[in-house]
């Protein structure tokens, strides 16, 4: 059974920084591409960033220089460090993976003073 847990959200004020985790199992982790996405209120889910099995990583415009994602293939767990947060930076971000195509349950990220 494929599962992912996001971890590492929580409350910080607008310039801090967070990293977020999540762990998969029941994947190959190795072979797949990993994503995180998040979801603000009364927005669509959008793409934050993605890393493929061969550690290339993407990022939406928006996240550019201030988003990092990495993973570490030995615990399959992929990261995402969040600095200078905004916020507009508030919303529930999830993890993807793609084979097979699964999501975490979120976790809760509020920027706020």
């Known amino acids: 059974q494929v599962q992912l847990v996001e971890s590492g959200g929580g409350l910080v004020q607008p310039g801090g920084s967070l990293r977020l985790s999540c762990a998969a199992s029941g994947i190959i982790f190795s072979i797949n591409a990993m994503y995180w996405y998040r979801q603000a209120p009364g927005k669509q889910r959008e793409l934050v960033a993605t890393i493929a099995s061969d550690g290339t990583t993407n990022y939406a415009d928006s996240m550019k220089g201030r988003f990092t994602i990495s993973r570490d293939n030995a615990k399959n767990t992929v990261y995402l460090q969040m600095n200078s947060l905004k916020p507009e930076d508030t919303a529930v971000y999830y993890c993807?993976?793609?084979?097979?195509?699964?999501w975490g349950q979120g976790t809760q990220v509020t920027v706020s003073s």
């Open positions: 993807r993976s793609n084979r097979p195509l699964a």
